[in-house]
């Protein structure tokens, strides 16, 4: 079983529609990390934080998602609005280090269907 | 961009033998991890390596940063080693990971 803990683990929304899932990382573990996984297997990673400040994330979840990591409460990451090509496997995983020489651990992921 | 290219795309096993996977990195890597994605999605930690050498009952890896490539070694296996083997590998500027695009194992009777 994961350290790392990502519920819903399936989400099916209409286009338009909010689409939110959670992530508890890891105890001890800082740094959060999140990625999308399409069906062809490509990975695009998304957004990262360190305690509940965002590191880095990219053009398209800083236009269309929102997400955050709170004292005490699971991270989040939300579609505000739900789009066909929105349809994937999310990750959330954690690691001790923002640095890619800390490994990771990965959540089971949270698969979203968008009809 | 930096790339990540994994060989074979896909695998297939008799119960018993064995094989390697291959993750070619364009540009100097830190370190590397490797996966095991089952079919419920969940990617298993399987090794982390900044460098050298890793050996965990049935599987080896090694990474290799000068030549810019990394080996998942498999011997001996067995029906629940079927999945798909993910490498994945980051400079140490940002924290994030760079994947291959996997290798589907499929290990038959």
């Known amino acids: 079983n994961s350290k790392v803990i990502q519920t819903p683990r399936y989400l099916v929304k209409g286009q338009g529609q909010k689409a939110k899932m959670r992530c508890i990382p890891e105890k001890g573990h800082p740094v959060v990390f999140w990625y999308q996984q399409n069906k062809n297997n490509e990975f695009k990673f998304l957004i990262n934080?360190?305690?509940?400040?965002?590191?880095?994330q990219i053009d398209m979840t800083e236009k269309r998602f929102s997400a955050e990591c709170p004292s005490n409460s699971p991270c989040s990451l939300e579609i505000q609005s739900s789009e066909a090509g929105d349809s994937a496997l999310y990750l959330c995983a954690s690691s001790l280090s923002p640095r890619a020489n800390s490994d990771y651990t990965f959540g089971s992921g949270t698969r979203l269907l968008v009809i | 961009g930096d790339q990540v290219e994994q060989s074979p795309s896909a695998l297939s096993l008799h119960e018993g033998t064995g094989s390697a996977l291959r993750c070619n990195f364009t540009?100097?890597?830190?370190?590397v991890q490797w996966f095991q994605q089952n079919s419920r999605g969940s990617l298993i930690n399987l090794f982390y390596?900044?460098?050298g050498t890793k050996e965990n009952g049935r599987l080896k890896s090694t990474f290799n940063s000068k030549e810019s490539y990394s080996t998942l070694h498999i011997r001996d296996a067995q029906l629940e080693d079927s999945g798909t083997y993910f490498c994945a590998a980051g400079t140490g500027n940002t924290g994030k990971l760079i994947f291959g695009l996997g290798t589907t194992l499929q290990v038959q009777p």
């Open positions: 390596l900044a460098s």
């Open positions: 540009t100097t890597m830190r370190a």
């Open positions: 934080f360190q305690n509940q400040e965002v590191l880095q």
